[in-house]
């Protein structure tokens, strides 16, 4: 592996792919300079003098400026490295289009088929608490009902999505709250669902059956805890009939054009935009050009990096939706009066990530380089095929529940400096480097940080990662649901009553 890399040849700043040593010399586009200090792994070195207030390029464009006169081999980082990002802007749509290069092919998984025509890559039982009141009664339901039944077969896992609301919320929480855990219902990772309630929450469960819409009723069941004398055997009789309606459901070759995928980051280094979210953006392309179906979140990691995804929308109306949910978001940020580009964590800038616009170059590369067909509003599930944008903060947890609630079946997470979390659908762990990866293999689900070795080419890696993608979709459990890592977080921007 190289000691140091020039992502881009207009880039005025090298990456360190190794901790570097003061007096080494590094070259790059025929200039050499003398580290005039120490430098951590992913971290970077100016290449160039820059004057004061001149810009950091960085992936060929701009990530700030640097606050004083820096000379060429010295550390370009937080201390001497500043945000060009402000408040809202003005865009115009300059459209720039790309044609994918992968050609169809006949690629499949094993999946299951629902009645509806939907198609899930697990066979799981839910119960879907409306508020967070009954967490403890389910959780009991579900021991009675594994301890009765002995094999759960053909389910997979049986499940609590556990949250904590439901009630005392007001205005867009309550309605987020309430149409998160519908669209979890209505997921075709699910084989069944039981949705139990308390009986007096703001979210109540008549009115949460109407939203629902047409349902099989042997396969969603609906209990109110207050309404019966004895909770959990009612709860247990009730997932004993769906546990029965499920006995025939089986596995079924799928054409990858059915699967939906969320692409999330969290833990970024300075690796994550040069190996595991690139890879991830050549995932992206290849199932999209198989008819397939991506999602990238985190609005505000796309902050300064925006306008690459809006001269990529399919279309004007798409490009003011992308539009909207920037500012939008911005908007969210200063109506708290909290500054739009504060965003890289503790975590973040230690792993050589200096400011937002830093992240977001990174970030963005998750989602390739296809046509962007639709935004998504938070809650809101997917309708078109193809590479889409959803409206959700960066926080992982929030963010990988609305891919989930979105109707992907996972969610591919890219991580360098490793999280052990998962949401409600399977949450494969990616590796920037490959450090993490040996450090903790039960967290960590697949390495690009091979991809800095110096033997092995991205096509290799991306026909590799596509395969287990697929070995996954088919079954194949991943590090969170090994680990029984499961959580759900629904946003929340109000006041609890």
Known sequence: MKDYLQIHENDNVILALRDLKEGMMLTAEGKEVVLKRDVGRGHKVALTDLPANSDVIKYGYPIGHVTEAVKA?????????????????EYEYHPKKTELAYPKVNLTFQGYRRENGKVGIRNELWIVPTVGCVNGIAEKIIKRFEKEVGDIAPFDNVLVLKHSYGCSQLGDDHENTRQILIDAVNHPNAGGILVLGLGCENNELPAFKEALGPINEDRIKFLVSQEVSDEIEAGVELVKEIHAAAQEDRREEVPVSELKIGLKCGGSDGFSGITANPLLGRFSDYLVSQGGTTVLTEVPEMFGAEKLLMERAQDEEVFHKIEHLVNDFKDYFLQHNQPVYENPSPGNKA???????????????KAGTSTVVDVLKYGEVLKNNGLNLLSAPGNDLIASTALAAAGCHMVLFTTGR????????????????????????????????????????????????????????????????????REISIFKSGVTL
Do not use: R
Not at 441 to 460: F, K, M, R
């Open 418 to 485: 490793g999280t052990p979390f998962g949401t409600f659908v399977p949450t494969m762990k990616i590796s920037t480097n490959t450090q993490l990866f040996q450090t903790k293999p039960h967290w960590i689900d697949y390495n690009a940080g091979t991809l800095l070795d110096d033997d092995v080419s991205s096509e290799e890696v991306t026909k590799d990662f596509l395969h287990y993608v697929i070995k996954v979709a088919s079954g194949e459990q991943v590090n969170n649901e090994k680990n029984d890592f």
């Open 351 to 365: 792993g050589g990530i200096t400011t937002l616009e830093d992240k977001s170059l990174g970030c963005t590369q």
């Open 73 to 89: 081999g010295e550390w370009v980082h937080t201390h001497n490295t500043k945000t060009n990002l402000s408040g809202t802007e």
